[in-house]
Each structure stands twice: as C-alpha cells, then as structure tokens.
C-alpha cells in the first residue's frame, strides 16, 4: 500500500481548494515540483548565508566564496533530492546518478560564475544581488536536468 506523504496531501488540498482537476501523472509532477522548491530554498539559504559570511564579513573573493557555497549547499541538495524529491531511477547506477548529479551542478555553478562575473566585472551590480539572479536560473536547469536524468 502506497502511503501518501504531508506533501503530497498538501499539494492536493491546495489543488482541490482551486477547483484545479488534473491527472495524476500531472499531480504528481507538481508535488515534486513543491518538493524540489522546498529543498531548494533551504538548499538557497544555505549557499546564501554561506556567500554572505565568506564574501561581506570574511572578505572573501566573490568567486571563491560562491565555489564554497555552492559546495556546501549541493552536498545538501544532492542528498535531499536522492532521498526526497525524485524517484530516482533504481536500475542505474547509484554512483552515475551521483556523477551525473555532480557534472550537472558543476554547470550550474560555472552558469553562476558566468551570471555573476558579468554582472559584478562588467556592469558594477551587487555581488548578492547577481547571486540572487544566478540562482533563480540556474534552479530552473537544475530541475529539468535532474528530472531528466535521476529518474
């Protein structure tokens, strides 16, 4: 018997309190969908307060700062997303899925580098606020690739 989760709960009284019918393949995105949101705002607090304390008290590169807080905060993501959020493949390879999750977050955290260089070199905008902007971003290729490739 398939016992449903708070989450799952949750997400279906908000659906139902909207009159929004939807299959359950569709439902079941959206609860993962609310999932990956949770996990990824605290992955979010985590690599924020990391940045700020390494890159405004610390003094800190920006650059660097940003590798560590990504660092810390994936470690985090990797093992909420495995164990909460995607139904994660169990044919494959555990240590692909790691790899895979890992390359992809590498990207993610060049894309950032990328966003918040041009943001900070070239047009002079607050370190925290182009890491807020990278972010929002970058959460977006990060679902979708996880999506793709966990499950």
């Given at each position: 018997?398939?016992?449903?989760?708070?989450?799952?709960?949750?997400?279906?009284?908000?659906?139902?309190?909207?009159h929004i019918k939807v299959k359950p393949k569709t439902e079941k995105l959206f609860v993962q969908i609310f999932k990956f949101g949770i996990v990824g705002v605290i992955a979010t607090i985590i690599d924020w307060a990391v940045f700020y304390l390494a890159n405004d008290i610390l003094h800190i590169h920006y650059a660097i700062s940003a590798i560590l807080s990504f660092t810390i905060s994936v470690i985090?993501?990797?093992?909420?997303?495995?164990?909460?959020?995607?139904?994660?493949?169990?044919?494959?390879?555990?240590?692909?899925?790691f790899i895979l999750f890992i390359v992809f977050s590498i990207i993610g955290l060049i894309l950032t580098l990328i966003i918040m260089s041009i943001g900070v070199d070239i047009f002079h905008i607050n370190?925290?606020?182009?890491?807020?902007?990278?972010?929002?971003?970058?959460?977006?290729?990060?679902?979708?690739?996880?999506?793709?490739?966990?499950?």
């Open positions: 018997m398939n016992k449903e989760d708070k989450t799952t709960k949750f997400v279906k009284k908000v659906l139902a309190i909207f985090y993501n990797y093992i909420a997303s495995v164990r909460w959020v995607f139904d994660v493949n169990k044919k494959k390879d555990p240590k692909r899925n370190a925290m606020l182009m890491k807020i902007i990278a972010t929002v971003i970058v959460m977006v290729f990060n679902f979708i690739t996880r999506k793709i490739f966990l499950e």
